[in-house]
């Protein structure tokens, strides 16, 4: 495919033996549909051997190449060059997390405070059942929309580089870890809510900590929304406090016989491609 432009990558270096940061740049021959992490292979292959980002599914979904670019957070892999309208790029890693090298942040503290928020369902009317399935937990599709949004997290932790209150208090839980409190929490499948996530409501590193300044929700590349979901829970933490937060249905299960033979009018499965 011809090449439509060059564009210069102009990308901060950070290696723990030098300890000081720098700006090095990089001309790249841009085709169309080149993104930006394709960029970033062309450097590493062709100019650079010693740049480090990270890269994985190379589709949005993994969340691995999130990083900042003129400024404004991105996935790597889905973010078009000629996109973005530009003859210079500004490649940066994510802010609010130490730097491992060059366009690699330290995941690790947003994963610990991921953990302290049990991002799971909690059950205690059926441990039996919850621990060894017999059937499937019921929910109505009005019940799912309540954190379908919220579950589409995919902990690239541009939210928590882009929160300012982040930056300026370490101990906050942060966007992403409240969003998934948030997302158990009004699961009717969860019976732990927020009582057993006490964490949230900490007058420290809890939700009251959010001012709501909304660069957590103008950074995520999925839609999440988490400026919303810190507000939601926000709203949730009142009404328990005060007693006036209706108590929250639980879904039962439906129990299925997996040894029963299928109904006379189940459609029949496709005829094999391979017979063995």
């Known amino acids: 495919m011809e090449k439509v432009k060059d564009v210069v990558f102009r990308i901060l270096r950070y290696s723990p033996e030098d300890g000081k940061p720098t700006w090095s740049e990089y001309e790249v021959p841009v085709i169309k549909g080149m993104t930006v992490l394709q960029g970033l292979f062309h450097i590493k292959e062709t100019q650079d051997p010693t740049l480090s980002f990270r890269a994985s599914c190379r589709m949005g979904v993994c969340g691995s190449c999130a990083m900042k670019v003129n400024g404004k957070h991105i996935l790597a892999c889905q973010t078009q060059i000629l996109k973005l309208h530009a003859d210079v790029l500004n490649v940066e890693p994510l802010s609010n997390y130490n730097v491992i090298k060059d366009l690699v942040p330290d995941l690790f503290p947003m994963f610990e405070k991921h953990a302290t928020v049990k991002p799971y369902i909690i059950r205690y009317s059926d441990p039996e059942e919850f621990n060894d399935p017999t059937g499937e937990y019921l929910q109505l599709p009005d019940e799912l929309e309540e954190y379908l949004q919220f579950s589409y997290c995919i902990k690239c932790g541009a939210c928590?580089?882009?929160?300012?209150?982040?930056?300026?208090?370490?101990?906050?839980?942060?966007?992403?870890?409240?969003?998934?409190?948030?997302?158990?929490?009004?699961?009717?499948?969860?019976?732990?809510?927020?009582?057993?996530?006490?964490?949230?409501?900490?007058?420290?590193?809890?939700?009251?900590?959010?001012?709501f300044v909304g660069a957590c929700s103008d950074a995520c590349p999925k839609g999440v929304d988490p400026g919303m979901a810190l507000q939601l829970l926000k709203k949730e933490l009142f009404l328990n406090s005060f007693g006036l937060k209706r108590k929250k249905k639980t879904a039962g299960f439906h129990r299925i016989d997996f040894n029963a033979p299928p109904p006379p009018d189940a459609p029949k499965p496709p005829p094999k491609t391979v017979e063995g």
């Open 160 to 211: 928590v580089s882009a929160c300012p209150v982040v930056s300026g208090d370490e101990d906050f839980l942060g966007p992403q870890a409240l969003t998934q409190a948030y997302r158990y929490a009004v699961d009717t499948r969860d019976e732990g809510y927020i009582v057993d996530r006490d964490v949230v409501s900490d007058i420290v590193s809890g939700v009251f900590r959010c001012h």
